[in-house]
């Protein structure tokens, strides 16, 4: 059983080594100088040139013909794209659902971003008889917990479902929703009080990539006054633990 463990735990070295190197230049979001690089590493000079020089050659890392300055390479950004866009991200997130619904005991939806806007892929429901108001293939509205999330990352995808919403809306609801967004891309967290169903409120946590763009959303769908009990328990504390823990998944935080 140890043998197994050390086995389990044994590492190659030179791989970590090599994405220390990566993870410089990707933290901070600018290319960099060799000098640069060489300052916030632990690696000798010469070591440094021999890593740099095999991330080049595997297109892992780029070096401008112009500045001579280091920046992510396009084999690392088609991997993170691949990652991103691949088809199994409800399949990964999946256990994430399970674990939340488990400490909640409350309904969780999956989420993903189309054409038509934010709409629900998959749900787990909780052991509370609850009608949430939508079914699997629901496109949620903009001042729900999930739908402030798209509407503040928006992307070109869900762009005319936003500004669809936003129509019937006033112009002081529209500058309260904006505030909203800013707050929800500050906090990373949103809350909306019976947008779905009467009685029922709901919490959601985006999903992000290497890009900070929203891939997917997690929520919790429960009676008001439950989610409400959640809020001032500051139980989002395990809710945003997870954000991150599915997020990193996909390159992101």
Known sequence: M????NKKGTMIQSL??????????????????????????????????KYMNTLLELGFIHR????????????????????????NILEQAEPYLEEIQEYYN????????????PMIMKIINGSNMLNIGAN???IVPVYSAVGKLFGAYETREIKTWKDRE????????????????????ETKISYAKEALA???SS???????????????IAIVGFTERINEYIEKQLTDFLLQKQKEVSRIFGGQ
């Open 2 to 5: 140890a043998e197994q463990e």
């Open 16 to 49: 970590q080594v090599g994405f220390s190197v990566l993870q410089i230049i990707s933290n901070h979001n600018r290319p960099m100088k060799f000098s640069e690089v060489l300052e916030e590493s632990n690696i000798t000079k010469s070591n440094l040139y």
């Open 64 to 87: 401008s013909s112009h500045t001579g300055k280091y920046s992510l390479g396009p084999s690392l950004v088609e991997f993170g794209m691949k990652a991103a866009n691949s088809d």
């Open 106 to 117: 409350e309904t969780v939806l999956f989420t993903r971003g189309t054409f038509h806007g």
């Open 136 to 138: 699997i293939g629901s």
């Open 166 to 185: 936003c129509a019937v809306l006033s112009n002081k609801e529209i500058s309260e929703l904006e505030k909203e967004f800013e707050r929800v891309r």
């Open 198 to 200: 009467s009685a029922a």
């Open 203 to 217: 919490i959601a946590i985006p999903i992000l990539d290497f890009e900070n763009k929203l891939i997917g959303t």
